[in-house]
């Protein structure tokens, strides 16, 4: 039987995982980021590795960065050095012989959950991750949306405050300097500070918990963040008019009225046209989606799998 082995690339993290042809998930796993020169290497002898136990007959790729879903290439990436540039899918099936495609994280995530999670039979949907940035990818009659050089989808480089913070992208008031979990973890140091306390970083998960046991500081951070995620959101659903709005993240992850709060935001400030049913939910595949995603896009390849 023939099997796809699947690898989700981050900046601290590889994750992998093998499917069979029938998109189960039979073991997964992963193992730290090595440096950019060493990714093909290291993809290398994990599939060989696992050619021990598996047949493998194609090699999915969802990595952080700017792609050519095409070439197989990174066309930019700030979370891994020297990254920029690699020929990544045509250096990988040069080491295997073996098919390789390759795909932007987030794209991956949506597919993903598109083809087996939250989005499954939407024809009209966006999907955000929130953590040090946002990542977004838009859906309109069931296809991702790439525009026309493969770069659609930037909703974290949206200005949502005039000469606001400055972003990474080199401008300034970018949605993501006010609504990514990176921002909010920021946001809380400095309210801290401003306190009389020590303004440590704190994971977002953490500031969550002192939400939930309504910490002053902590909920005044939090107003703000679900303030300006909304902002962008209102402005995603007054643009595409999405059946869904699907959020990933660590920060959805537990329990907590974070998608909640974020919908009724929503109905203070979407017109009313466009209904009140709640639009925002979380993603059901978590940190699986991009594995998933690689998975459909291998089988694609194929000939294996229907479009989504």
């Known amino acids: 039987m023939s099997h796809i082995v699947c690898f989700d690339i981050g900046g601290t993290f590889i994750k992998y995982g093998v499917f069979n042809p029938k998109s189960h998930l039979l073991v997964k796993s992963k ?7 060493e990714i093909p290497d290291v993809l290398n002898k994990k599939v060989k590795s696992l050619q021990h136990d598996f047949h493998i007959s194609a090699i999915g790729i969802s990595s952080c960065g700017l792609v050519d879903r095409e070439k197989g290439m990174i066309l930019f990436s700030n ?64 296809r991702i949306v ?26 300034k008031g970018c949605l993501e300097r006010y609504a990514s979990t990176s921002a909010f973890v920021q946001d809380y140091k400095e309210e801290a500070l401003q306190n009389g306390m020590t303004g440590e970083d704190v994971p977002g998960e953490t500031i969550m918990e002192l939400v939930m046991r309504a910490d002053p500081i902590a909920l005044a951070v939090y107003q703000r963040f679900i303030h300006y995620i909304s902002m962008g959101l209102t402005n995603v659903i007054h643009l595409l008019n999405p059946e869904k709005i699907i959020i990933g993240g660590g920060i ?21 046209v466009y209904g009140n049913e709640d639009t925002v939910i979380a993603s059901s595949l978590g940190n699986d989606a991009g594995l998933y995603g690689a998975c459909y896009l291998a089988l694609n390849r194929m000939n294996m799998k229907e479009s989504v």
Request: aromatic share 4%; with cysteine.
């Open 79 to 142: 979370n891994i050095q020297g990254y920029s540039g690699m020929k990544l899918g045509e250096i990988l099936f040069s080491l295997t012989q073996i098919p390789v495609s390759v795909e932007n994280d987030v794209k991956s995530a949506c597919l993903g959950e598109m083809w087996k999670g939250a989005v499954k039979d939407k024809r009209n949907a966006v999907f955000l991750t929130l953590g040090t940035g946002i990542g977004s990818s838009i859906v309109m009659d069931g």
């Open 252 to 272: 959805t992850e537990g329990e907590g009225p974070f998608i909640q709060d974020i919908n009724i935001q929503l109905r203070n400030e979407v017109m009313d």
């Open 146 to 171: 790439n525009g026309s050089s493969g770069l659609a989808g930037e909703l974290g480089h949206t200005v949502v405050v005039a000469g606001g913070k400055s972003c990474s992208c080199g401008r």
């Open 31 to 37: 193992m730290a980021t090595p440096t950019s020169h």
